[in-house]
Each structure stands twice: as structure tokens, then as C-alpha cells.
């Protein structure tokens, strides 16, 4: 080896692959804008949401590809909340008897006012504007 060589040992470089292993496995886990961890609704304003009909009273339905949970907590009265958990990003999985339920690790929320009932969630569900317009309920 000459003065101005430089030699990596196999030390060296098996420890910056375990380090870039690391590195993607923990970009893996993050949520994204655009994927589902992002609590961001994706409808326009104005946007038809569901009919009144489809939202059963005390229950709800999760609109996935908007991320949001449509709720009829008593008859007539329906809420919006972002359907992404605001414990890890996933979304909600159901609601029912006035829950909105996250089975992916046990936190759930009021259907009411998206308050957190129970589970490891930090923050409520951030509500979401919708109007109701004779039978449908629209973006806000």
C-alpha cells in the first residue's frame, strides 16, 4: 500500500450497511403526506360525501380514500372527523354504539365530538366540516 491508498476494512463497511438498514427500515414506518399516517382529508369542497341514509344512528361509516369517518350520533345529527388514529397514523377501523373504534392498537373516540375515549391516542380526531344538503352530506 502506497502513502496516499486508503484501505476500508470489512468492519467499516458492514457497519454503514447495518446503519443504512436501519435508516430505511425506520423511513418505512413514518407516515407520509400522501400516504395513509397523513390525518389530511382528501375531498374538494362541495364534494358529495355519503347520503344521510348510509350513516346509521349511533354509528358511522370510514370513507378510506377521503380519511374520513362520517358519525350520526343521535338521528339528524351528523359529525365528520379525520379517520386517521391519532395514535400511529392508521385509519380507524369502525364505529359502533357511539364509538368510533381503532382495533389497530385499542384507542378510541367519541362520535360525538371526536374526543378520545380510551387506548393509547394523544389528541382527538381533528373534526371535519361537512354540511348536510336534503339528503346528502357534503365537504365544507
Excluded: W
Aim: aromatic residues 2%; charged residues 15%; proline residues 4%.
Amino acid at each position: 500500500m502506497t502513502l496516499g491508498e486508503a484501505r476500508t476494512s470489512r468492519r467499516i463497511v458492514f457497519t454503514g450497511l447495518g446503519a443504512l438498514g436501519v435508516a430505511a427500515a425506520l423511513a418505512g414506518c413514518a407516515g407520509g403526506e400522501d400516504g395513509e399516517g397523513s390525518s389530511t382529508p382528501t375531498v374538494a369542497t362541495g364534494s358529495a360525501l355519503a347520503s344521510t341514509g348510509e350513516v346509521p344512528v349511533g354509528g358511522g361509516i370510514i370513507l378510506a380514500d377521503e380519511k374520513i369517518v362520517l358519525t350520526q350520533p343521535t338521528e339528524g345529527t351528523f359529525e365528520a372527523f379525520s379517520a386517521v388514529c391519532t395514535h400511529q397514523g392508521l385509519l380507524v377501523t369502525s364505529v359502533e354504539d357511539g364509538t368510533i373504534h381503532c382495533s389497530n392498537h385499542g384507542s378510541a373516540y367519541s362520535a360525538s365530538t371526536g374526543a378520545i375515549e380510551g387506548g393509547p391516542a394523544a389528541s382527538p380526531l381533528p373534526k371535519v366540516e361537512i354540511r348536510v344538503e336534503g339528503d346528502q352530506i357534503l365537504a365544507a
